[in-house]
């Protein structure tokens, strides 16, 4: 099986001027694959602290669907708080949505964001990356580093079992 795992999907990493070298986002590398019969069976797809609303991660996941091929969000993780974690490889939390990341905010962004990607037929995994702090990101675990639940873990199980509830 082949997979092709993508980071930075609204192309942030394309250098803006007149004297870049031309690059391209994720989509249209996955567009030129298929123009040059490039097989691949899976989009694997990051969702790392999007600076987006969920109205722009719905628009981005609608256009990576046109490609015709199951996505799997591999990563998906945001953070519970501001401050800065020294025993992670990244200390600093990026970016904001909506106001400074904070436990509430990293609840509504879980439900949020598995209730959009679970309405796609397409989409076949949802990965949350870090299960407990202390990881890759600053405090963006589901549990703390204790292994206590946070807010986001508890979001995320009611909303499954409402999903269990309903026959999903």
Same mark, same amino acid.
């Given at each position: 099986m082949t997979k092709r795992n993508t980071c930075c999907q609204w192309a942030e990493y394309i250098p803006k001027g007149p004297r870049q070298p031309p690059l391209h986002s994720a989509y249209q590398y996955l567009q030129t694959c298929l123009e040059n019969d490039i097989p691949f069976e899976i989009i694997g797809m990051q969702l790392y602290y999007p600076n987006q609303d969920m109205f722009e991660v719905n628009r981005l996941l609608e256009r990576f669907s046109q490609l015709g091929t199951p996505i799997h969000?591999? !990563?998906? !993780? #945001?953070? =519970? /708080? %501001? %401050?800065?974690? !020294? /025993?992670t490889p990244c200390p600093d939390p990026p970016v904001l949505w909506h106001a400074p990341w904070n436990k509430n905010i990293q609840a509504d962004w879980v439900e949020q964001s598995y209730t959009l990607c679970y309405s796609k037929s397409y989409?076949?995994? #949802? %990965? $949350? $990356? +870090?299960?407990?702090? +202390?990881?890759?990101?600053p405090h963006g675990g589901l549990l703390r580093s204790?292994? =206590?639940?946070?807010?986001?873990?508890? =979001?995320? /199980?009611?909303l499954q079992k409402r999903w269990l509830a309903l026959g999903a």
């Open positions: 969000i591999t !990563e998906l !993780e #945001v953070s =519970s /708080n %501001t %401050t800065r974690a !020294e /025993n989409i076949q995994a #949802v %990965t $949350w $990356w +870090d299960l407990a702090d +202390d990881g890759f990101w204790d292994f =206590s639940p946070k807010l986001a873990y508890l =979001s995320l /199980n009611t």
